[in-house]
């Protein structure tokens, strides 16, 4: 299970209490969710994210971007790896176009559901498939449905 925060206001603001500074930041949470972290937001518009397989507790990054990013969107995620290996391109939050995405937990039964909701994927996101997580094919998933009732 991991651990996510999201902001969302009506004019760019801060966000460092929440990630590093808080007696409950994400910071504290990684000590139990150590493998990477993510941290997306949206800089005119344009989703940017930053990643890392450091804990967010032991890494300068982490705490340098906690205090620089101000924004109205922000997604932060500390992985605790249940599908998927440690890497990079397993670490949330995820980005295709300009949508973010960051999920928390494992998909019950997924082992059995995997091959099934993947046929379910768009044949173009299915190819960009760079990870083995659950929660980057539930990602795909939503913006092949989202596609189909929205331009």
């Not at 460092?16 to 005119?44: C, I, M, T």
């Not at 922000?74 to 300009?98: D, L, M, Y």
């Not at 960051?102 to 760079?130: C, F, Q, V, Y």
Request: aromatic fraction near 8%.
């Amino acid at each position: 299970m991991c651990r996510l925060f999201g902001s969302r206001t009506r004019s760019p603001s801060g966000v460092s209490h929440e990630l590093f500074h808080g007696a409950n930041a994400l910071r504290v949470q990684s000590l139990e969710h150590p493998d990477g972290w993510g941290l997306g937001w949206y800089e005119d518009g344009v989703p940017r994210v930053v990643r890392s397989l450091t804990p967010a507790h032991g890494d300068q990054d982490f705490e340098k971007l906690s205090q620089f990013v101000t924004a109205q969107t922000v997604v932060a995620h500390v992985r605790k790896a249940s599908i998927g290996r440690v890497a990079e391109e397993n670490t949330h939050p995820f980005q295709r176009g300009r949508w973010l995405f960051a999920h928390n937990g494992t998909l019950p039964g997924w082992e059995a559901a995997r091959s099934r909701l993947e046929a379910e994927i768009e044949a173009k996101l299915r190819k960009d498939l760079r990870g083995e997580t659950d929660s980057e094919r539930c990602f795909l998933l939503f913006l092949t449905r989202l596609e189909r009732r929205c331009d």
